[in-house]
């Protein structure tokens, strides 16, 4: 066994941690959150460039061809500076699902999506279902020159920005994912800021085509690759949890230290030493499931999917009390939406709620 | 011991029940309390001019200086019809906070010319206590008022003030002398939102709403006879205000409507977890309710509710917070999509639950809860000093 990051991986985890640190402070995010689109485009470019955007696509499609340990790193990063470019829509479920697929379009698509000319995104969740995305009523029906969608899809993250939609139908009983451009006659798209200040959309399909070279998976196939998107896509946003937890606690315990009341720091009472440790204790041993869900998604360990579940759980769990007590200790500074503390509580608020909440996953780890 | 109400109070509470589904009701206002939509300050004064057309506003005033005189036990009936008509708060600032320092501790000209403006809501009124440097240690305040001739002058600010954007007074403590104790040189003064010299900044919390404020006041000459009471006394009557507020701060009325409501959304998701939960937070709620009522009937007696009141701020507040975390756990990721606080556009609604996005809103508005009206560590420690000895 060996815990400890390879010279590359804390190679990159420097570049991303310096490239926060330049452009991404809490004024520079705001303005990415007040701006339409709910991502800086500059950014996104700077992304394409560091080779970040390459990450997880594979060597024979202009790849790293890195796996689930790189993403965390990137993630955890991205976590503490709360970026908001479309990276987990964008990169990882839509690579994810495009990578394992064999269309024809495959390689173009990869590319665009490296070079940062094009986003793709994954739209799985529907109105009507819950977390049980798999049983969704939008359907892909067959039809004389191919297929043909109908139905809605929700909170279909940077939905508004795409230039194509992964998206989950039913088809014949059984799942299927197919691909559509964002442009194609029948398809609508209304987006919306989300509480966290990324975007959603959501997406109506009347009587949209869709050839059969743009089906990506049908059946047990696509239900795989669905389900291996979703594990990734979770470990990918508890990574980022991790990151944004271990920012929550710094915060604090620098803000304590300064804040002075009854002519003293209040760091000096023990009541809140002891919340701070908490939210300490409560970070490392998120960070412990998430190094052990990766390293089983990296080695195809078939635990990895239950220890995905224990991980979002331990997620939930630690990310309210680690933005709550945050939030808590800054006093009236934490609930102002012009300190940055308030918006980790955002973030976590966000990502309890996405791929299954705690108890969704506390269901799935007992079943 | 006997736990029911006696005829009286239970005819009393059929008058209030029937006075808030009559016909006089402001209608616009319930709809809007009803689909968890933000109400405008026009929807505010509608509201109290309502309370006030019933003879209630002064629910909690005896008599003299017009309230209703009522008994405690009317009071928690009352508040109670309230939150099952699902009818905003009673703002407490006028009505609560500085209405009963006025008649316990102003002089008569002041009496006369501040309680019928406030029991009428022709003035809505703002609290001035906190200051940047100055929270949880509020007797650390630093906002200054020197007399000059007939007037002080008023230099300094005020953070946190909630709502000051719609006040028109502001209520102060200000600092008119250097002390060896700091509490001793703190006076209690009543400013006009209006005077030259002030300026209000809004505050975003991080639900997006603007429900609080900065306060500036630079040289604001405010009349001497706008002090009340004495120079330097200014924290007694701030701590007398406190032990008012304390009325109905645990929330419950209201979280038994929000918890019936919960249960009602909840009844056919066949989620067991979550059942269990409301379950625990609908008997921690029963505790709760019970013990107000033990506070109740001893200011019945003619006790005063000490630190015990505390006890109700504490609790109360983390019921609350609580709830307000089983209505976004409920709505699961469609709490996803948030436009601020006054929902979305009507042309423009996403997919899922209407409550979905107010839940969220509310869940991160409470945050404030335990931290305001003294913070809930400052609550533990009153208790642990107050009651415990240690
Ligand atoms: C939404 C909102 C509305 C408000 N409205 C008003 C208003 O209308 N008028 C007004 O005057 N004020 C208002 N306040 C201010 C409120 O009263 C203060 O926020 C509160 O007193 C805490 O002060 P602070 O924010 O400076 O936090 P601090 O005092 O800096 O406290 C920070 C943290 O330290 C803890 N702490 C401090 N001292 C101790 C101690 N001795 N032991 C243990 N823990 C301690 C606190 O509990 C808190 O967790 C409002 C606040 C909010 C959030």
Redesign the pocket.
Known sequence: MNLNYSDEQNMLREQVLKFCETNYDFIDREKILDSDSGYNEENWKQFAELGWLAVPFKEDNGGFNFGPIELTVLFEEFGKALVVEPYLSSVVMSGTILEASNIPEKSEIIEKIISGEHQVSVAYAEPNVGYNFLDCNTTLSKDADGFSLNGSKSLVLNGGNANKFIVLATHDNAPALALVEADVEGLSIQSFKTLDGQTCGELTFENVSVSSESILALGDEAKLLFNKMLDVSILCISAEAVGAMTSSYMKTVQY?KE?E??SQP?SN????QHRMVDMFIETELTKSLMIKATLQLDSDDPEASKTISALKVQVGKAGRLVGQHAV?????????NEMSIGHYLKRFTAIDSMFGNTQHHINKYQS | MDISFSEQDLQFQEEIRAGLNGSEYPLHVREKQQKGVALSKQDMIDFHKFIHSKGWMGYNWPEEYGGTGWSPVQIYLFLNELALAQCPTILP?GLSMVGPVIYTFGNQEQKDRFLPDILEFNTWW?????????????ASLKTKAVLEGDHYIVNGS???????QNADWIFC?VRTETTQKKQEGISFLLIDMNTPGIEVKPII?IDGDH??NSVFFTDVKVPADQLIGEEGKGWTYAKFLLAHERFGIAGVPVVKVQLEKLKNITSDYDDANLSKKIAELEIDLEALEFTELRTLAAIAEGGHPGAESSILKIRGTEIQQRLTELFVEAAGQYILPYEGPDGFESNKTPAGPDYASPSVAQYL?Y??T?????????Q??IIAKAILGV
């Not at chain 1, 808590?328 to 102002?336: A, E, I, R």
């Not at chain 2, 703002?126 to 509020?138: F, H, N, R, V």
């Not at chain 2, 005020?158 to 000051?164: G, I, P």
Request: glycine share 14%.
């Open positions: 304590t804040r009341q009854f209040i009472f023990q009541v809140l808590q200790l800054h006093g009236g500074m934490g609930v102002s | 600032f703002c609290q001035g206590y906190s200051e940047p440097g100055s929270g949880s240690d509020l005020k953070t946190w003030t909630t709502l000051a403590l919390t429900e609080v508005n945050r404030k335990s931290i305001y009206g003294g913070s809930n560590e400052i533990k420690n």
